[in-house]
T-cell receptor, first 114, second 112 residues
Framework: GAGVSQSPRYKVAKRGQDVALRCDPISGHVSLFWYQQALGQGPEFLTYFQNEAQLDKSGLPSDRFFAERPEGSVSTLKIQRTQQEDSAVYLC????????????FGPGTRLTVT | EDKVVQSPLSLVVHEGDTVTLNCSYEVTNFRSLLWYKQEKKAPTFLFMLTSSGIEKKSGRLSSILDKKELSSILNITATQTGDSAIYLCAVYSGGGADGLTFGKGTHLIIQP
């Protein structure tokens, strides 16, 4: 498709389970971002890739969060030992150029930890 | 720490009204300000502003940046029910901070 796609769209996990969220960026976009959006809040930056290199992971809230983009296209955000405070929408965005700020978002994965 | 504040946080108007949404920011190295519209899906890109005083326009939506006042406004004229959404303002500061810093959004409801 033409836009950023994410899967699954909804995920329910029991506390302590590991989850993996997938992002397919727009073809040709070298930059890929992950954001976390809590209810009633704006998205908050988690991590950034340029191609396969993770250049910024300053927003990851704990070492339970891990992201990878091994071939410079699809990315996976993994959360280990999920906790209730991890419940949020996880948004992926991509951009064709670094340094402009113009990013295109996917529909998000709504994670609910019970 | 970069900060973006939007006001109002929520707004209810009638179809046909004109609305003005506000965004103010404090960033260490401003590069651009962006507006997004978020319905129950992906935030969709509206505008990116880098220069002060130059209005960007798309149909009934327009936006302008004031770097002196560290702020931006988003105007929507002749509102329609389809304009109901959360409008997000974000700033990009570059300088190694590659992510966008978002405000909490303005939840706009257009009543028929």
């Amino acid at each position: 498709g033409a836009g950023v796609s994410q899967s699954p769209r909804y995920k329910v996990a029991k506390r302590g389970q590991d989850v993996a969220l997938r992002c397919d960026p727009i073809s040709g976009h070298v930059s890929l971002f992950w954001y976390q959006q809590a209810l009633g809040q704006g998205p908050e930056f988690l991590t950034y890739f340029q191609n396969e290199a993770q250049l910024d992971k300053s927003g990851l809230p704990s070492d339970r969060f891990f992201a990878e983009r091994p071939e410079g296209s699809v990315s996976t955000l993994k959360i280990q030992r999920t906790q209730q405070e991890d419940s949020a929408v996880y948004l992926c965005a991509s951009s064709w150029i670094r340094g402009s700020g113009e990013q295109y978002f996917g529909p998000g994965t709504r994670l609910t930890v019970t | 720490e970069d900060k973006v504040v939007q006001s109002p946080l929520s707004l209810v108007v009638h179809e046909g009204d004109t609305v003005t949404l506000n965004c103010s920011y404090e960033v260490t190295n401003f590069r651009s300000l962006l507006w997004y519209k978020q319905e129950k899906k992906a935030p969709t890109f509206l505008f990116m502003l880098t220069s002060s005083g130059i209005e960007k326009k798309s149909g009934r939506l327009s936006s302008i940046l004031d770097k002196k006042e560290l702020s931006s406004i988003l105007n929507i004229t002749a509102t329609q029910t389809g304009d109901s959404a959360i409008y997000l303002c974000a700033v990009y500061s570059g300088g190694g901070a590659d992510g966008l810093t978002f405000g909490k959004g303005t939840h706009l409801i257009i009543q028929p």
